[in-house]
Antibody, heavy 118, light 111 residues
Framework: QVQLQQWGAGLLKPSETLSLTCAVY????????WSWIRQPPGKGLEWVGE???????NYSPSLKSRLTISLDASMSHFSLNLSSVTAADTAVYYC????????????WGQGALVTVSS | QSALTQPASVSGSPGQSITISCTGN?????????VSWYQQYPGKAPKLLIYEGTKRPSGVSNRFSVSKSANAASLTISGLQAEDEADYYC???????????FGGGTKLTVL
């Protein structure tokens, strides 16, 4: 059974860098895109960005200047770094999996609440 | 690009059917097969409900179905059950940045 388990700092001050990691258990790391999707409290889902097993990335234009998604295939995990955070970046961040050449997210992590507050 | 548009809330009684629409620009929902739907319970991660337009993952009830008209995709839940009370999101591959658009979400209340 595939499991995505994520972790990272939950409380940040404005201007700090958000860092989250998602580990993949029980399935192959190659052949997929690995995404980050966030959800502000009480609001809807917003796609943040994705990376494939080869390291090719796609980012949301609204976050691109502050965003880095990377992966460690040998350890079957991928990471999100979002710099210069503000209160608007407060959200539950989910990692999710998408098989290459498909258009849906079939497995999701449990979510990690990141709060930005001074 | 703006998010896809969904009604903020819908409600129905047990046994009834409800429909949740998902509308966008002509290119946002242009290909039905690129639309997926997710079910989310409070405090939980979204769960894939429908993919490639009409397909259901193993374990998802056939009470969930999808139809398409013009620039809209619609999720129908028939034979409503109390366990269906959740938030529902549509999602479409947008072909341009951002690559993925989500609807604003619909809160389903089972009366």
């Amino acid at each position: 059974q595939v499991q995505l388990q994520q972790w990272g700092a939950g409380l940040l001050k404005p201007s700090e860098t958000l860092s989250l990691t998602c580990a993949v258990y029980g399935g192959s790391f190659s052949g997929y895109y690995w995404s980050w999707i966030r959800q502000p409290p009480g609001k809807g889902l917003e796609w943040v960005g994705e990376i494939n097993h080869g390291g090719s990335t796609n980012y949301s234009p609204s976050l691109k200047s502050r965003l880095t998604i990377s992966l460690d295939a040998s350890m079957s995990h991928f990471s999100l770094n979002l710099s210069s955070v503000t209160a608007a970046d407060t959200a539950v961040y989910y990692c999710a999996r998408r098989r290459l050449f498909t258009y849906y997210f079939d497995y999701w992590g449990q979510g990690a609440l990141v709060t930005v507050s001074s | 690009q703006s998010a896809l548009t969904q009604p903020a809330s819908v409600s129905g009684s047990p046994g009834q059917s409800i429909t949740i629409s998902c509308t966008g620009n002509s290119s946002d929902v242009e290909s039905f097969s690129l639309v997926s739907w997710y079910q989310q319970y409070p405090g939980k991660a979204p769960k894939l409900l429908i993919y490639e337009g009409t397909k259901r993952p193993s374990g998802v009830s056939n009470r969930f179905s999808v139809s398409k008209s013009a620039n809209a995709a619609s999720l129908t839940i028939s034979g409503l059950q109390a366990e269906d009370e959740a938030d529902y999101y549509c999602c479409s591959y947008a072909r341009s940045r951002p690559l993925w658009l989500f609807g604003g979400g619909t809160k389903l209340t089972v009366l």
